[in-house]
């Protein structure tokens, strides 16, 4: 089955730093780049950044620079994203992404893990 | 960054009508322009890549259209289970940027 499976709810204080996994299952995790989107309740989605466990190749949007930083795990098909000094703003659904393609240029999101909640509450 | 711009944020329709969500760019984006359908408490979900072309499993009663920065999602005839909320999304430059939403209310 293809899916990608999101690591559990967290709560953490103001200050502190996040990791969600995301593992992915029933492709090749190699052959498709990875996002990150967030959505706070009741709110829209933004995106955050892009990984590609194939290349190595990194990006993130200009707001999070300094703060996320995506890794993965090959040996297990696992991404995470890491987000530090936390604030009460950053408290939203994050969601792993897999990035589809057509024709080679057109970019899509076509697989969305659940989502993980990300509290920040002191 | 590139700006989209959604009209209306909300809509409510009943049953069987036909209905047109618009998404408007900041600047060219040559149809890269996807369109996701989120259901409350879940992650949204691809109907439309490339400005028009259907997403594999998705109802045939949804279609997209395109021209110039002008983009359109159109519901042919509303099923109980299309009242959601819609997004469109540039893939044309990062950062990816996302409509504000349009809320699907049932009348």
């Known amino acids: 089955q293809v899916q990608m499976v999101q690591s559990g709810a967290e709560v953490k204080k103001p200050g502190a730093s996040v990791k969600v996994s995301c593992e992915a299952s029933?492709?090749?995790?190699?052959?498709?780049?990875i996002n990150w989107v967030r959505q706070a309740t009741g709110q829209g989605l933004e995106w955050m950044g892009w990984?590609?466990?194939?290349?190595?190749?990194?990006g993130s949007a200009q707001k999070f620079q300094g703060r996320v930083t995506m890794t993965w795990d090959t040996s297990i098909n696992t991404a995470y994203m890491e987000l530090s000094s936390l604030r009460s703003e950053d408290t939203a659904v994050y969601y792993c992404v897999r990035q589809g393609q057509w024709l080679g240029n057109y970019w899509y999101f076509d697989l969305w893990g659940r989502g993980t909640l990300v509290t920040v509450s002191s | 960054d590139i700006q989209m711009t959604q009209s209306p944020s909300s809509l409510s329709a009943s049953v069987g009508d036909r209905v047109t969500i618009t998404c408007r760019a900041s600047?060219?984006?040559?149809?890269?322009l996807n369109w996701y359908q989120q259901q409350p408490g879940k992650a949204p979900n691809l109907l439309i890549y490339a400005a028009s072309n259907l997403q594999t499993g998705v109802p045939s009663r949804f279609s997209g259209s395109a021209s110039e920065t002008d983009f359109t999602l159109t519901i042919s005839s509303l099923r109980p289970e299309d009242f959601a909320t819609y997004y469109c999304q540039q893939s044309y430059s990062i950062p990816y940027t996302f409509g504000q939403g349009t809320k699907l209310e049932i009348k």
């Open positions: 600047q060219s984006i040559f149809n890269y």
């Open positions: 990984m590609n466990p194939d290349s190595g190749n990194t």
């Open positions: 029933g492709y090749t995790f190699t052959s498709y780049e």
